[in-house]
C-alpha cells in the first residue's frame, strides 16, 4: 500500500480513511479466516444473536449497512451451511423471520472473540481520549456519506456497549 500525499487534504485523507478502513477489514477477515469465517458472517450471526426481537432480512442489512440482496445471497449461504434458519412467510407471520441455529450459536462465540481481539489490538494505538476525537472528527463525515445517500442514522434496537459489540479493552501502546 501506498503512502499518498495530494496536494489537496481532502483527497489525501480520503484516501487514508479507505486503506485505513480496507488494511483493518483484511486484518479482521485473515484471523476470522483461520477459523473458516468472514467479517460479514460473523457480522449476520452477532446480529442474530444479540439482536432484542424477531430478526428480518430487511433489519440485518440495516444493522450491517448492506443491500438487501447482497444479505439474502449471505442468508442462502448460512442456511445451507446450518448457521441460520429462514422461518417463512404465513398467514399471521408478515415477514420471513432469521433466526440463529444451534450451530451458529457455537460458531459466533470463538469467531466475535477474535473479532474483539482484533478491534483491541487496533485501537490500542490510541488512548481513550484520542479514540474519543477521532469518533467526534469522522462523525460529520459518516453523516455527510449517509446524506448524500439519502439516508440517516437511527437509532440502535438495543444497547450495543453491553449485548450487541462489546468490545475488550486493548492494551494502550507507549507514545513515542
Same mark, same amino acid.
Given at each position: 500500500?501506498?503512502?499518498?500525499?495530494?496536494?489537496?487534504?481532502?483527497?489525501t485523507v480520503?484516501?487514508?480513511?479507505?486503506?485505513?478502513? =480496507?488494511?483493518?477489514?483484511?486484518?479482521?477477515?485473515?484471523?476470522?479466516?483461520?477459523?473458516?469465517?468472514?467479517?460479514?458472517s460473523i457480522?449476520?450471526?452477532?446480529?442474530?444473536?444479540?439482536?432484542?426481537?424477531?430478526?428480518?432480512?430487511?433489519?440485518?442489512?440495516?444493522?450491517?449497512?448492506?443491500a438487501p440482496?447482497?444479505?439474502?445471497?449471505?442468508?442462502?449461504?448460512?442456511?445451507?451451511?446450518?448457521?441460520?434458519?429462514?422461518?417463512?412467510?404465513?398467514?399471521?407471520?408478515?415477514?420471513?423471520?432469521?433466526?440463529?441455529?444451534?450451530?451458529?450459536?457455537?460458531?459466533?462465540?470463538?469467531?466475535?472473540?477474535?473479532?474483539?481481539?482484533? =478491534?483491541?489490538?487496533?485501537?490500542?494505538?490510541?488512548?481513550?481520549?484520542?479514540?474519543?476525537?477521532?469518533?467526534?472528527? =469522522?462523525?460529520?463525515?459518516?453523516?455527510?456519506?449517509?446524506?448524500?445517500?439519502?439516508?440517516?442514522?437511527?437509532?440502535?434496537?438495543?444497547?450495543?456497549?453491553?449485548?450487541?459489540?462489546?468490545?475488550?479493552?486493548?492494551?494502550?501502546?507507549?507514545?513515542?
Amino acid at each position: 500500500m501506498y503512502d499518498y500525499k495530494f496536494s489537496g487534504a481532502s483527497l489525501t485523507v480520503w484516501a487514508q480513511l479507505r486503506h485505513t478502513w =480496507i488494511a483493518m477489514n483484511k486484518v479482521a477477515e485473515t484471523r476470522l479466516g483461520e477459523i473458516g469465517a468472514t467479517p460479514e458472517s460473523i457480522a449476520i450471526l452477532w446480529a442474530c444473536r444479540d439482536f432484542p426481537g424477531p430478526l428480518r432480512p430487511a433489519e440485518i442489512a440495516r444493522l450491517v449497512f448492506r443491500a438487501p440482496h447482497t444479505i439474502a445471497g449471505l442468508l442462502k449461504r448460512m442456511e445451507k451451511e446450518g448457521l441460520v434458519i429462514r422461518i417463512p412467510k404465513k398467514p399471521g407471520h408478515p415477514y420471513t423471520e432469521v433466526k440463529l441455529t444451534a450451530k451458529g450459536k457455537k460458531a459466533c462465540a470463538p469467531a466475535i472473540e477474535i473479532l474483539k481481539d482484533v =478491534i483491541a489490538e487496533t485501537m490500542s494505538v490510541m488512548s481513550e481520549e484520542e479514540l474519543e476525537k477521532l469518533g467526534e472528527l =469522522i462523525r460529520p463525515l459518516q453523516l455527510r456519506a449517509l446524506e448524500m445517500l439519502n439516508t440517516s442514522l437511527k437509532q440502535s434496537p438495543g444497547n450495543p456497549e453491553a449485548i450487541t459489540m462489546p468490545v475488550k479493552a486493548g492494551p494502550q501502546t507507549a507514545k513515542k
